[in-house]
């Protein structure tokens, strides 16, 4: 079950998708195989083709994470410890995967460290879409290559609906709409706006899933609903009327960042770092804080943010 999880601490609620079976129902039994193959192509057409260190953010059980294979190392951050379990059982737990139980609120990674990272299917849970994103401009590299999906409001069936006054929000209007608990669609315009103020310039756009309509996909074969989505993709620079949508940003950042050799952690209550490893914890000397390791996933959650004893 996925369940809301009240604000703390001056910080917005996220989705907790603890215990829930959204990896089977929804991908592996919930007919959803169009949407992942042409997630699958608008990725190798934006992400670059190696790299040294990807953050991926909402990662859930690593449903794309095999699809970042030119990385020599990737950050696999979700809030859900189930989720992150379930990529273990997928990737196994060797040096290559690094897994971490964190909100997108608070990245617990010094900055500058990532030459590339992507929110695939996340950012929709995100009632501070711009605050998420700036948390992942800080965290890239200057020049590091950001990819984002996002569930775009000004799409075609949204618009035709509005025109036929069948829905009351407008498609067309750059506020989100939230159409479940914390389940938004955002205009591409509100999007681009965002990501310029972290630092993050649009290079390419792309519009995906346009054929999604149960119909289509029970009747029209898989490979030629693919094949005809690939082709609508290069549309995106010029409009944006699909469900999804998918930008591969930049980071403009100039000022300088402190090389690291290895992945350095940081408190995300005070933000300091590093941190130190100490059997198994990680321990925040500035703030008191202990943020632990469990069966190798490093939890940096809320429930560890309350003022230490």
Not at 70 to 86: A, H, M, N, P
Not at 202 to 207: A, F, K, P, S, Y
Not at 245 to 258: E, M, N, P
Request: net charge neutral.
């Amino acid at each position: 079950m996925v369940s809301p999880k009240p604000p703390e601490s001056g910080f917005p609620p996220v989705i907790d998708y603890e215990g829930s079976d959204y990896q089977s129902t929804f991908w592996e039994k919930g007919e959803r195989d169009y949407e992942d193959q042409v997630e699958a192509v608008a990725l190798r057409r934006l992400l670059p083709s190696s790299g040294k260190l990807l953050l991926e953010v909402g990662a859930g059980a690593g449903r794309n994470t095999p699809r970042y294979g030119g990385f020599e190392r990737v950050v696999l951050l979700d809030y859900s410890l189930s989720q992150l379990r379930l990529a273990q059982d997928r990737l196994g737990h060797g040096e290559r995967y690094i897994f971490v139980a964190a909100d997108a609120y608070r990245l617990p990674f010094a900055p500058g460290q990532f030459d590339a990272a992507t929110m695939i299917r996340t950012l929709h849970h995100m009632v501070e879409p711009q605050r998420a994103l700036g948390q992942v401009g800080e965290a890239l590299q200057p020049g590091g290559i950001f990819i984002l999906e996002y569930a775009n409001k000004h799409n075609l069936k949204a618009i035709l609906r509005y025109s036929l006054r069948r829905q009351e929000w407008s498609p067309f209007s750059l506020e989100p709409v939230e159409f479940a608990a914390l389940n938004f669609d955002f205009h591409p315009q509100a999007v681009q706006n965002w990501l310029n103020a972290c630092d993050l310039t649009i290079e390419r756009q792309l519009t995906v899933s346009h054929f999604r309509v149960g119909l289509l996909k029970r009747w029209v074969p898989l490979r030629l609903l693919v094949a005809l989505d690939s082709l609508a993709q290069w549309t995106g620079n010029w409009w944006q009327l699909s469900p999804s949508a998918f930008v591969r940003a930049r980071s403009v950042r100039r000022d300088a960042i402190q090389p690291y050799n290895t992945l350095t952690f940081r408190c995300p209550a005070c933000k300091y770092y590093p941190l130190e490893d100490i059997s198994g914890t990680l321990n925040c000397t500035n703030c008191a804080r202990s943020w632990p390791i469990r069966e190798g996933i490093y939890d940096f959650r809320e429930k560890y943010l309350a003022d230490p004893e």
